[in-house]
């Protein structure tokens, strides 16, 4: 079984700084890409920021300049920094991974975590 395990949300006043994390555990043979996503309260989930396995990046128009995501693939973990934080970025943060368990499968399956609220307070 793979598990995904996020921490590090909180409470911070606006102009803040946060930094999640989110480990994978369980059996794993590979990780693909690695994305953070978003929920606000009454909101679809949004794709916040995307990793590759080789390190390429995407961040949302949203969050670009203030977030940062990066990976370390010694410790099947991905982290998002967020910088300057506004209310707008107040939501539940999920992260999500593309797993190999085995090397007799021929693609990933999606993992998702549980979850970690951000509050922004103005």
């Known amino acids: 079984q793979v598990q995904l395990v996020e921490s590090g949300g909180g409470s911070v006043q606006a102009g803040g700084s946060l930094r999640l994390s989110c480990a994978a555990s369980?059996?794993?043979?590979?990780?693909?890409?690695m994305d953070w996503y978003r929920q606000a309260p009454g909101e679809q989930r949004e794709l916040v920021a995307t990793i590759t396995s080789s390190g390429n990046t995407y961040h949302a128009h949203s969050v670009k300049g203030r977030f940062t995501i990066s990976r370390d693939n010694a410790e099947n973990t991905v982290y998002l920094q967020m910088n300057i934080l506004k209310p707008e970025d107040t939501a539940v943060y999920y992260c999500m991974a593309v797993i190999r368990a085995t090397s007799m499968d021929s693609h990933g399956k999606a993992y998702w975590g549980k979850g970690t609220l951000v509050t922004v307070s103005s």
């Open positions: 369980g059996s794993i043979f590979s990780i693909d890409d």
